[in-house]
């Protein structure tokens, strides 16, 4: 079975550039959440999406991040304009469940974005 | 608010020796917690879990028992091997809602 799918895996862009991350949960899944993860910070949640409905964006930097599920199958994250501290590994996972049963979080491989 | 608190790495350690990776949390109410696998150019990977108070999650090989008393969920490995090398992270889920909250991980480092 397919695993969580993110597109790009490797991004190159210069300051200013607007970057737009893929993901394809798991079918089935109902929750999709995006992290992002620095050696300063670590892994940081941006936003969670439950029956596609955006529930939890707190983590969301800042008017530049935005985030989309407009199915249940294909979520983006953008980011515009693009700064060199957005230079991290952003994963997407989902899970099925809701509340406290919420289950494993399966996460994709990420994809590492570097801004010049 | 809500943290959760692991021990800064790295770890080395040599092969077949004994791993414990210290964590704790602080949310309120009675969360699950859970330890995810981070290996290599990877996303991370559930490692084992326990929702309860005295449950004991455990997966090839490695255990956490959930401490209510002390609000810990520590790692532990009786012999570690080479492929055991990988950064965990340490997670809780409060008793509401979906969200994982993580610590920072810790990287472990085995050598043969």
């Known amino acids: 079975d397919a695993g969580v799918i993110q597109s790009p895996r490797h991004e190159v862009t210069e300051m200013g550039q607007e970057v737009t991350l893929r993901c394809k949960p798991i079918?089935?899944?109902?929750?999709l959440f995006w992290y992002r993860q620095t050696m300063m910070r670590g892994l940081e949640l941006l936003i969670y999406?439950?029956?596609?409905?955006?529930?939890?964006d707190s983590g969301m930097p800042e008017d530049r991040f935005s985030a989309k599920m407009p199915n249940a199958s294909f979520s983006t994250l953008k980011i515009q304009p693009s700064e060199p501290r957005d230079s991290a590994v952003y994963f997407c996972?989902?899970?099925f469940g809701s509340g406290q049963n919420t289950g494993e979080l399966f996460f994709g491989e990420g994809s590492r974005l570097t801004v010049l | 608010g809500d943290s959760v608190t692991q021990m800064e790495g790295p770890v080395t350690l040599s092969e077949e020796a004994f791993l414990t990776i210290n964590c704790t949390y602080t949310?309120?109410?009675?969360?699950?917690l859970f330890w995810y696998v981070q290996y290599p150019g990877e996303g991370l990977q559930l490692l084992l879990k326990?929702?309860?108070?005295?449950d004991k999650g455990s997966n090839k090989g490695f255990e956490a028992t959930y401490r209510k008393e002390t609000t810990s969920f520590h790692l532990e490995k009786g012999s570690v091997q080479v492929s055991d090398s990988a950064v965990y992270f340490c997670?809780?889920?409060?008793?509401?809602?979906?969200?994982?909250?993580f610590g920072g991980g810790t990287r472990v480092l085995v050598k043969p």
């Open positions: 949310a309120t109410g009675y969360p699950s």
């Open positions: 326990a929702t309860k108070a005295d």
């Open positions: 079918s089935g899944h109902n929750s």
């Open positions: 996972a989902s899970s």
């Open positions: 999406f439950n029956n596609n409905v955006p529930i939890d």
């Open positions: 997670a809780d889920r409060r008793a509401a809602g979906n969200k994982l909250t």
